[in-house]
């Protein structure tokens, strides 16, 4: 299987930046899209940010400008470099992934445990 594992959280005042890493580790034969969801208390997961593995993007308008995705395919890893956070920011951020453990299997998805990212204001 494939383990995600998240690191960088914490917390920032309004205005600050933090960045954001997941290693994706285990049986893995190839990763597809990473990317990083966020929930804030009492709703529901969203979309951040998406990358492919030839690093085609995808971002949420609502951190478009801010946030920045990017991948090291040699490492399995995907970063979030998120700046002039805001209070409304706040949330426990996921890592995903849709990988193959083999050259012959689906395509499945991957979660990481979340990291939290607090952001005062």
């Known amino acids: 299987q494939v383990q995600l594992v998240e690191s960088g959280g914490g917390l920032v005042q309004a205005g600050g930046s933090l960045r954001l890493s997941c290693a994706a580790s285990g049986k893995i034969f190839s990763i597809n899209a990473m990317g990083w969801y966020r929930q804030a208390p009492g709703k529901q997961r969203d979309l951040v940010a998406t990358i492919t593995s030839g690093g085609a993007t995808n971002y949420a308008d609502s951190v478009k400008g801010r946030f920045t995705i990017s991948r090291d395919n040699a490492k399995n890893t995907v970063y979030l470099q998120m700046n002039s956070l805001k209070f409304e920011d706040t949330a426990v951020y996921y890592c995903?992934?849709?990988?193959?453990?083999?050259?012959?299997?689906?395509?499945?998805?991957?979660w990481g445990q979340g990291t939290q990212v607090t952001v005062s204001s």
């Open positions: 995903n992934c849709n990988a193959k453990i083999r050259s012959f299997s689906i395509i499945q998805e991957y």
